[in-house]
């Protein structure tokens, strides 16, 4: 299935810029090894190597956040990276 | 040419000066708002730097540079802890906090040292690491490493034996001293000798707060520790510290993040000391900086404050913070929490600030 990603400031390093990109995959962990393909390096900056989402990261498939990757896309959904910190 | 690597809590900076070491000039920052926990250029290939980052919010990774520090590649595959069976720990790598080039012998291999404690190898010039088992898999690993301090516990000061590629030391603080005879595939505490007065058994074999330790490379067999509780010394084949630092004078006692040695001289180290005292401020002593030098290996200690703040200067110099050059007049430099940058050019006798108003200091490393 296809849907958007919308990429939050501090990983456009990975997407040349880009603040939203497609994204092909039936749950949120096909949707982000879709992206690892295409900008390498990503994933682990946003994902631990136990598939943890980090702790300052958020993940929201529309307007519901996901607790972890197995959370479904459909076709036309956005997923939103959002980047969450407090503090200086 | 000399360059001094100037790792920030928001970015990457560098000095660099000719051979005379008059002018200094300041640049960057490269990786502005980027966490840079160390800045290690490969002394085996001047070319290559490591860099060891992380933002506020993006997981830790490994920088690399093959063109001294003009353009930066990520590594393909950055430190990571391996995948947790079910009912293990699953423990992630918060950040790469140490980095060291492997033996002269084995160009491209590297170390990292994580938070929490864990240890990695690289043999492609720092492009993928492997996870060293030997040492996160330890059977002992659980006991070693004192878990829940605020900020994790730190793996740091990995030592490679410039005589055997395959002899290491590590801190991990707060764990102790470790060795490993066979490049990490087992290891065994080293830590007789050194006080740990916060520990239930003051005498355990592990659990010390190691802070830095240095092995001199004219003398491998000499080791010197800033640790928690004290200065030490050791000198192998022997396993138990001596403490050098109560040869300091008792109002400032011996408590303070970096050792950093003489190049050439064994018997030379300096050390900046931190009041360690009731709540732990681990600010200049009195406010009034001062490194301290010993050149009879810690039997004598000098203050060296020339050129320093004499007074309200509060300021904390972190465990990779310090180092030396290797000129005929040693070249010492460090790096404060609040920004500035200070150097001597002969020796520690007289001090001036190469650069201020730059982020808190994590990283100060030298490059010829």
């Known amino acids: ?88 | 040419m000399s360059t001094v690597w100037l790792g920030t809590r928001k970015g990457l900076f560098a000095l660099r000066a000719d051979a005379r070491r008059r002018t200094w000039k300041l640049a960057g920052p490269q990786f502005l708002g980027h966490i840079i926990h160390h800045v290690v250029q490969d002394p085996r290939a001047p070319r290559t730097v490591l860099m060891a980052a992380k933002t506020g919010h993006l997981g830790p990774t490994v920088f690399r540079s093959s063109d001294r520090g003009r353009t930066w590649r990520e590594a393909s595959q950055p430190p990571a802890f391996r995948k947790a069976a079910e009912g293990e720990p699953a423990r992630a790598v918060e950040r790469v906090f140490w980095l060291t080039p492997g033996h002269a012998s084995e160009p491209g291999v590297w170390y990292a040292g994580s938070t929490p404690a864990g240890l990695f190898r690289s043999e492609d010039g720092g492009e993928r690491w492997e996870p060293i088992a030997g040492f996160n898999d330890h059977p002992m690993r659980s006991k070693w490493v004192l878990n829940g301090t605020p900020d994790g516990e730190l793996v740091h000061s990995i030592l490679v034996d410039p005589r055997d590629a395959r002899h290491l030391y590590v801190g991990i603080s707060v764990g102790g001293v470790f060795e490993s005879a066979d490049r990490g595939a087992d290891w065994t505490p080293l830590n007789e000798g050194v006080a740990a007065d916060f520990l239930p058994d003051p005498n355990a074999p592990f659990g010390h707060d190691p802070h830095c330790i240095a092995q001199h490379r004219a003398r491998p067999d000499r080791l010197y520790q800033q640790n928690h509780c004290g200065i030490y010394r050791l000198d192998r084949p022997g396993r138990r510290w001596q403490r050098i630092g109560s040869a300091m004078p008792k109002k400032i006692g011996d408590i303070g993040f970096p050792i950093v040695l003489h190049p050439t001289d064994p018997d030379t180290a300096w050390v900046l000391p931190m009041d360690g005292q009731t709540v732990w401020p681990r600010t200049s002593i009195g406010g009034k900086p001062a490194v301290y030098r010993t050149r009879d290996a810690g039997r004598s200690w000098q203050r060296l404050d020339r050129g320093l703040p004499g007074e309200r200067a509060w300021f904390t110099v972190l465990r990779q913070a310090m180092c030396a050059d290797a000129e005929a007049r040693t070249g010492l430099y460090f790096g404060t929490t609040g920004g500035d940058v200070w150097a001597s050019t002969n020796g520690g006798d007289s001090w001036r600030c190469l650069a201020s108003h730059l982020p808190e200091i994590y990283s100060v490393t030298h490059a010829a």
């Open chain 1, 1 to 88: 299935m296809s849907c958007t990603v919308r990429i939050a400031s501090p990983l456009h390093s990975y997407t040349a810029g880009a603040a939203r990109v497609g994204g092909r995959g039936n749950t949120l962990a096909e949707v982000l090894g879709d992206l690892e393909q295409r900008f390498p390096g990503i994933r682990f900056r946003m994902i631990d190597e136990q598939d943890r989402i980090r702790p300052h990261m958020r993940l929201f498939v529309n307007s519901e956040e996901a607790r972890d990757l197995a959370a479904p896309v459909r076709r036309g959904d956005t997923v939103h990276v959002i980047c969450a910190l407090s503090g200086g």
